[in-house]
């Protein structure tokens, strides 16, 4: 495997489901980042770890949990979510000097589709 | 006020023309740039970054960079077919922001 692999590709789940989207780096990178890309949206910055702490959360409701085990893979873990949580979920990672968590190009994972229903 | 502004298009160019692409921000403070080339159904990939104001190029693309317009630009020269994809603008400051993309579509 190379570069930034996600699994599952596609993902269709019900409301009252819990699935967790899993994301694993092999590009020795020490950040990684997970976005939501709905349609006519800007990506949205949903999570970020930095040396496997996370360091920007940014106002995600609590029906996504973030888990970072290990600099390599960082999962995303749903429960209860709404359809308006359907979306193309990326999972990115980079290589940040300081550790700060920004600043340096990303690389993309292909990402999860999700459709809830 | 958006972070990153970008015209949505969709950005229409002949086969062989030079495609622009515009992007401005409004974090001052802002130091690093990108252009992200995304195809439909798929994630997306990087094809430049710029730090320093001016002109990089790299093949058939150059972006430009002017941090007191607040303005980063993407040139794309005898555009191809395979262009044909949303460009999307990121700008690094306190955070990574990205625009919504410009839809570009190259005709033969």
């Known amino acids: 495997e190379t570069g930034v692999t996600q699994t599952p590709r596609h993902l269709v789940m019900g409301m009252t489901n819990k699935k967790s989207l899993k994301c694993e780096q092999h590009?020795?990178?020490?950040?990684m980042y997970w976005y939501k890309q709905s349609a006519k949206k800007p990506l949205e910055l949903m999570f970020v770890?930095?040396?496997?702490?996370?360091?920007e959360n940014n106002s995600v409701p609590s029906r996504f949990s973030p888990e970072c085990p290990n600099s390599s893979h960082l999962f995303l873990h749903l429960h209860t979510l709404q359809p308006e949580d359907s979306a193309l979920y990326l999972c990115?990672?980079?290589?940040?000097?300081?550790?700060?968590?920004?600043?340096?190009?990303?690389?993309f994972g292909p990402g999860t589709r999700l459709t809830v229903l | 006020q958006k972070e990153v502004e970008q015209n949505s298009g969709p950005l229409s160019v002949p086969e062989g023309a030079i495609a622009s692409l515009n992007c401005t921000y409004s974090?001052?403070?802002?130091?690093?740039f990108f252009w992200y080339r995304q195809y439909s159904g798929k994630s997306p990939e990087l094809i430049m970054f710029i730090y320093s104001n001016g002109d990089k190029e790299d093949g058939r693309f150059t972006a430009q960079l002017n941090k007191a317009s607040q303005y980063v630009s993407l040139l794309i020269r005898d555009s191809q077919p395979s262009d044909s994809a949303t460009y999307l603008c990121?700008?690094?400051?306190?955070?990574?922001?990205f625009g919504t993309g410009t839809s570009l579509t190259v005709i033969p």
């Open positions: 990121a700008v690094t400051g306190n955070q990574f922001y």
């Open positions: 590009l020795g990178h020490n950040a």
């Open positions: 990115a990672s980079s290589q940040e000097p300081s550790g700060r968590g920004w600043g340096y190009e990303q690389f």
């Open positions: 770890y930095s040396l496997e702490e996370r360091v």
């Open positions: 974090d001052r403070g802002s130091q690093s």
